[in-house]
Every structure is written in structure tokens, then in C-alpha cells.
């Protein structure tokens, strides 16, 4: 059983569209960690989110904590073919992660 | 890049075979960990190492051992290799245990283990 739930599990879009993709859990979080992989290689951190309700921007990637510190959500707004990868939220507890299964974004040109 | 050297970086191997695979770290970090990533399933943690010769098991260690005799080298070795251990298998590395806003795990690029 994943502790951590990513939806959706695949995302196909069209560029310049946005896309959401949802990581929830019943368990709570000291902080929430975004990474994004490529073909070949290992997950590069994007970002973490520690305080409940925290909102973070990296150009057009936004990251949000949910209040309870159980869930998260990545907003991509105008999606280009060079954020096509696998997305992985990683929750922090007793100084280790858990991975979700990971969201496969692809955008078309 | 965070100097974090995995190898092999592919490997074919028959089943009831020893493997070892190796990861080593030019960042003097004392946190690592080996995960394996398998379609549906994410990374798994299988085992972490907290300083020299202190390891611990994670979510998946059955079947599996690690060694952490230096700094720098942190060992997996399938002692008895089983087709479900085909996988791809993750070296990680942080300078504090877990996460926080210092302290993001970085991953080295992998190790594809096919068991036939």
C-alpha cells in the first residue's frame, strides 16, 4: 500500500495548457518534497514545503502544502514540451521519505 | 551534480547469482540510502546508512544487504538474486537524515538489475 497517492497517474496535454497534478496521504508530514525525473537518470529536487498551507513558486511551477500537512499539489501553468518527465512527491517522517508511484507528464508540442 | 557515482550501471544476472552493487559519494555526506523503482510502485526504500557501519533496514530489505565500510562507499548486494528483483535500483545521499528545507536527497542515476 503507497503511503503517498499521486494523481493522475499518466497526464497528457497540449503546450501552453496547465496542468495539476494531486499527491494526498492520511498520514502527516513533517515537510513534502517534489522531485522530477528523466529517462536514464535519478529524481532532481524541485522543491520542499514545510509549514501547513505554504505556497511556492518557482516560474511556472507552483507548489502548495496542504494546511493538514497530509497532501500537496503541483500547478504547472503553460506547459512546455521541457516539462515532460515523471513527477514524485517524497513525504519526510523519522528522518526518512516515502515516495508516491509518480505522475508521467508529457506535453505535446 | 552531486559527485554520486553508481556502479554497474546495468547488469544481467541469473537467478540464485550474488550481485553487488556499489555507490559512491565525493560529497563526504553522512546520509545514504539505496531505493528501487519499480512501474505503479515509485521508489522504495530498501535500506539507509547513517554513518560508517550504522545501516538500517527500510520498507523492502528483504533479500537484501548493505555495507557501509567508509565514508564514500555504501554496498548493496542481493545475496541470492530472484527475478523480482529486477528493478532499477537508486543510490541517494543527504547531508542531514530525512528531509528538511537543508537537506534535499540527491540521487545518482541508477543501476538497471535484470534477473533471468
Redesign the interface.
Known amino acids: 500500500t503507497q503511503l503517498l497517492e499521486q494523481s493522475p497517474q499518466f497526464l497528457s496535454i497540449q503546450e501552453g495548457e496547465n496542468l495539476t497534478v494531486y499527491c494526498n496521504s492520511s498520514s502527516v508530514f513533517s515537510s513534502l518534497q517534489w522531485y522530477r525525473q528523466e529517462p536514464g537518470e535519478g529524481p532532481v529536487l524541485l522543491v520542499t514545503v514545510v509549514t501547513g498551507g505554504e505556497v511556492k513558486k518557482l516560474k511556472r511551477l507552483t507548489f502548495q502544502f496542504g494546511d493538514a500537512r497530509k497532501d500537496s499539489s503541483l500547478h504547472i501553468t503553460a506547459a512546455q514540451p521541457g516539462d515532460t518527465g515523471l513527477y514524485l512527491c517524497a513525504g519526510a517522517n523519522d528522518y526518512k521519505l516515502s515516495f508516491g508511484a509518480g505522475t508521467t507528464v508529457t506535453v505535446r508540442a | 551534480d552531486a559527485g ?1 557515482t553508481q556502479s554497474p550501471r546495468h547488469k544481467v544476472t541469473e537467478t540464485g547469482t550474488p550481485v553487488t552493487l556499489r555507490c559512491h559519494q565525493t560529497e563526504n555526506h553522512r ?1 545514504m540510502y539505496w ?1 528501487r523503482q519499480d512501474p ?6 530498501i535500506h ?1 546508512s ?1 554513518g560508517v557501519k550504522d545501516t538500517d533496514k ?2 523492502v530489505s528483504d533479500g537484501y544487504s548493505v555495507s557501509r565500510s567508509k565514508t564514500e562507499d555504501f554496498l548493496l548486494t542481493l545475496e541470492s538474486a530472484t527475478s523480482s528483483q529486477t528493478s532499477v535500483y ?1 543510490c ?1 545521499i543527504s547531508k542531514v ?5 537543508d537537506s ?7 543501476t538497471r538489475l535484470t534477473v533471468t
Open positions: 554520486i546520509y531505493y505503479g510502485h515509485g521508489l522504495r526504500l539507509y547513517y527500510g520498507e537508486f541517494a537524515g530525512g528531509a528538511g528545507s534535499p536527497l540527491h540521487f545518482g542515476n541508477g
